[in-house]
């Protein structure tokens, strides 16, 4: 009773007894400072965005004591990296690597086997370790944030010269964001694309520099991604087969000029003609940024209003609400609005924004926002903000939708189609109405594909609504998957299922990338059941979820 009031009881790993966890860590102490080894035994805080625990997903979908970790190391060095991988495999206790823990969405800072040590790389190595101004690179360690890395470049007096490109969130890590492919909103803003080397500490505790750093003395190791021989960058994305510890990352010049532009478009079945619209535009860089194309419900939540301030009945929220609601702001009477940014100096953009227009025009009824008439704390702004690479955090408004609001996200890519946006709107539209879910369909538009990004936002304290929103994301998975398409990225828990997903030819890459596992990581120890894949220790005991 005493130890409940003042602390938990930590978890330790499953197959390790409790006393040899902790003679474990002790041996551990000795190679990092005892600070540097926290055992998990405080009271699970979720605290928020700028402020999240490390130990646990904030916004968790299952019990909170679920994904939790048993302790929690900072390294300083790449060498104890190394030294807290050979530890594990020592031991045979599993590791999570994470950057800063500001998945939300995908899971937090969460490990995916419970009692997992986290490695918290960011806060101790967070060191912008090169900022070149003639190549338009850095060369940065898990800890540093888009905030951080933007700051640095303010502080030098180069952010006039180069830009940065954000999520819409800017504090995460440049390192576990793009580890994660994950996306921002100029036009560098396919992360993975734009990374440029990678150091990184196998799950032996080697550790490997890619492509040109593999050579002594190179000074190309962040202009030319591919050194010579295969290309293995790629395994360590979205995998757990390595953890990162210093990565190059080539940043924008500064274009001359920019303008964010919105339109807006009355009907939900002008999604179809309208995408039609933009794929062309887009692969030709007329649209030349990762832009958004928003229902009007998600921009009725993005207000920062919680739901029961509109409507306090069960259900969707009905849509002549909605749009009663939004009649009061900018998009009016209606459905979509198309959030983008033209660059470079004012003749250059009047010519591809008069483009877009005529273009645009096209879908009866599209009106073009005067955002001179906008308010300084419209979302407009933030997202001129985002796609001019200055980082913000005003996306985090539409949390608020629920009380003790939390997300989690359905996340499937297409080609840049009428019929695959419609057949994936339609899909997500109809399970959440099965479910009683509000809909928040947000199109990002890459080059040649789209990402339906759809955020279920749902109260963490309600384990009904919990499990009718994992419910509802696991129906719109296996549906999706029946129509052909898969998911870029996706929540710990949803990792196995998505996984599964990509089952061509009896599950060919499913068994070559359990292949790489068992000969990178024999004992698995590395961030196991990550992405779906599982070491052999692992593999038919019922992990998977
Ligand atoms: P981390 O949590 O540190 O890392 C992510 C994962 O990668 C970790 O769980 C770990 O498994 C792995 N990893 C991390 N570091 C390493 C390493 N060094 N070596 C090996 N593996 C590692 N995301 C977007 O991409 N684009 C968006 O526009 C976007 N918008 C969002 C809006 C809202 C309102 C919210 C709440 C979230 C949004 N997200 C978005 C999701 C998320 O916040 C970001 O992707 C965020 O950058 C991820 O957190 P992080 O950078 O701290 O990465």
Same mark, same amino acid.
């Given at each position: 009773?005493?130890?409940?009031?003042?602390?938990?009881?930590?978890?330790?790993p499953l197959?390790?007894?409790?006393e040899?966890?902790?003679?474990?860590?002790?041996?551990?102490?000795? =190679?990092?400072?005892?600070? @540097?080894?926290?055992?998990?035994?405080?009271?699970?805080?979720?605290?928020w965005?700028m402020e999240?625990?490390?130990? @646990?997903d904030?916004?968790t979908?299952?019990d909170?004591e679920?994904?939790v970790?048993?302790?929690?190391?900072?390294?300083?060095?790449?060498?104890?990296?190394?030294?807290?991988?050979? /530890?594990?495999?020592?031991?045979?206790?599993?590791i999570?690597?994470?950057s800063?823990?500001?998945?939300l969405?995908?899971?937090?800072?969460?490990?995916?086997?419970?009692?997992s040590?986290?490695?918290?790389?960011?806060?101790?190595?967070?060191?912008?370790?090169?900022?070149?101004?003639?190549?338009y690179?850095?060369?940065?360690?898990?800890?540093?944030?888009f905030?951080a890395?933007?700051?640095?470049?303010?502080k030098k007096?180069?952010?006039?010269?180069?830009?940065?490109?954000?999520?819409?969130?800017g504090?995460?890590?440049?390192?576990?964001?793009?580890?994660?492919?994950?996306?921002?909103?100029?036009p560098?803003?396919? @992360? /993975?694309?734009? @990374?440029?080397?990678?150091?990184?500490?196998l799950?032996?505790?080697?550790?490997i520099?890619?492509?040109?750093?593999?050579?002594?003395?190179?000074n190309?190791?962040?202009?030319?991604?591919?050194?010579?021989?295969?290309?293995?960058?790629g395994i360590?994305?979205?995998?757990?087969?390595?953890?990162?510890?210093?990565?190059?990352?080539?940043?924008?010049?500064?274009?001359?000029?920019?303008?964010?532009?919105?339109?807006?478009?009355?009907?939900?079945q002008?999604?179809a003609?309208?995408?039609?619209?933009i794929?062309p535009?887009?692969?030709?860089?007329?649209l030349?940024n990762?832009?958004?194309?928003?229902?009007?419900t998600?921009?009725?939540a993005?207000?920062?209003?919680?739901?029961? =301030?509109?409507?306090?009945?069960?259900?969707p929220?009905?849509?002549?609400?909605?749009?009663?609601?939004?009649?009061?702001s900018?998009?009016?009477? $209606?459905?979509?609005?198309?959030?983008?940014?033209?660059?470079?100096?004012?003749?250059?953009?009047? $010519?591809?924004?008069?483009?877009?227009d005529a273009?645009?025009?096209?879908?009866?009824?599209?009106?073009?926002?005067?955002?001179?008439?906008?308010?300084?704390?419209?979302?407009?702004?933030?997202?001129d903000r985002i796609?001019?690479?200055?980082?913000?955090i005003?996306?985090?408004? /539409?949390?608020? /939708?629920?009380?003790?609001?939390?997300h989690?996200?359905?996340?499937?890519?297409?080609?840049?189609?009428?019929?695959d946006?419609?057949?994936?709107?339609?899909l997500? =539209?109809?399970?959440?109405?099965?479910?009683?879910?509000?809909?928040f369909?947000?199109?990002?538009?890459?080059?040649?594909?789209?990402?339906l990004?759809?955020?279920?936002v749902?109260?963490?304290?309600d384990?009904a609504?919990?499990?009718?929103?994992?419910?509802?994301?696991?129906?719109?998975?296996?549906?999706?998957?029946?129509?052909?398409?898969?998911?870029?990225?996706?929540?710990?828990?949803?990792?196995?299922?998505?996984?599964?997903?990509?089952?061509?030819?009896?599950?060919?890459?499913?068994?070559f990338?359990?292949?790489?596992?068992?000969?990178?990581?024999?004992?698995?120890?590395?961030?196991?059941?990550?992405c779906?894949?599982?070491?052999?220790?692992?593999r038919?005991?019922?992990w998977?979820?």
């Amino acid at each position: 009773k005493h130890l409940k009031e003042r602390q938990r009881l930590p978890v330790v790993p499953l197959g390790i007894e409790r006393e040899d966890f902790y003679n474990a860590l002790e041996e551990l102490k000795e =190679k990092l400072d005892a600070e @540097h080894v926290e055992v998990n035994d405080k009271p699970l805080r979720d605290g928020w965005y700028m402020e999240h625990p490390n130990t @646990h997903d904030m916004m968790t979908i299952l019990d909170e004591e679920e994904f939790v970790a048993s302790a929690v190391v900072y390294p300083s060095t790449t060498e104890e990296v190394q030294e807290i991988v050979k /530890w594990a495999n020592k031991f045979l206790i599993p590791i999570f690597p994470i950057s800063m823990g500001r998945n939300l969405g995908y899971g937090g800072a969460a490990p995916r086997v419970r009692g997992s040590v986290t490695v918290d790389l960011g806060k101790r190595m967070n060191k912008i370790l090169n900022i070149n101004p003639e190549d338009y690179t850095c060369l940065v360690e898990p800890g540093v944030s888009f905030y951080a890395l933007y700051d640095e470049l303010e502080k030098k007096g180069l952010r006039d010269y180069m830009w940065i490109d954000t999520p819409d969130l800017g504090g995460g890590s440049i390192i576990g964001n793009t580890v994660d492919r994950g996306v921002g909103y100029t036009p560098y803003g396919d @992360h /993975w694309a734009c @990374h440029s080397g990678l150091e990184v500490v196998l799950p032996t505790g080697e550790v490997i520099r890619t492509a040109m750093g593999a050579l002594p003395g190179n000074n190309t190791w962040q202009v030319f991604p591919y050194g010579f021989g295969p290309y293995c960058d790629g395994i360590f994305s979205q995998s757990n087969f390595g953890i990162v510890t210093k990565m190059g990352m080539t940043l924008m010049p500064n274009p001359g000029g920019y303008e964010s532009f919105m339109y807006t478009f009355p009907n939900e079945q002008d999604l179809a003609p309208l995408i039609d619209i933009i794929r062309p535009l887009r692969i030709a860089s007329m649209l030349e940024n990762v832009a958004q194309l928003r229902h009007v419900t998600q921009s009725l939540a993005v207000s920062g209003l919680p739901r029961s =301030k509109f409507f306090s009945g069960t259900g969707p929220i009905p849509e002549d609400i909605v749009h009663a609601e939004a009649s009061k702001s900018y998009v009016g009477d $209606h459905t979509w609005a198309y959030y983008g940014m033209s660059y470079g100096p004012a003749h250059i953009r009047a $010519h591809k924004l008069a483009l877009i227009d005529a273009e645009f025009h096209k879908i009866p009824g599209c009106r073009k926002i005067d955002p001179s008439k906008l308010p300084e704390d419209e979302y407009f702004w933030s997202r001129d903000r985002i796609a001019a690479g200055i980082p913000d955090i005003h996306e985090l408004r /539409w949390v608020n /939708w629920a009380p003790n609001g939390s997300h989690i996200a359905f996340s499937p890519v297409s080609p840049i189609r009428g019929t695959d946006a419609t057949q994936l709107f339609e899909l997500g =539209k109809k399970i959440h109405g099965k479910y009683d879910i509000d809909f928040f369909p947000a199109f990002c538009v890459g080059l040649r594909e789209m990402h339906l990004i759809v955020e279920i936002v749902f109260d963490r304290d309600d384990p009904a609504e919990k499990k009718r929103a994992l419910d509802c994301l696991r129906e719109m998975v296996d549906e999706a998957a029946d129509k052909g398409y898969g998911e870029y990225r996706t929540h710990l828990v949803l990792m196995d299922q998505v996984a599964g997903t990509y089952s061509w030819n009896d599950g060919a890459l499913a068994k070559f990338n359990e292949r790489l596992k068992d000969a990178l990581d024999p004992n698995g120890i590395l961030a196991p059941g990550r992405c779906g894949i599982w070491g052999k220790r692992y593999r038919g005991f019922g992990w998977e979820m």
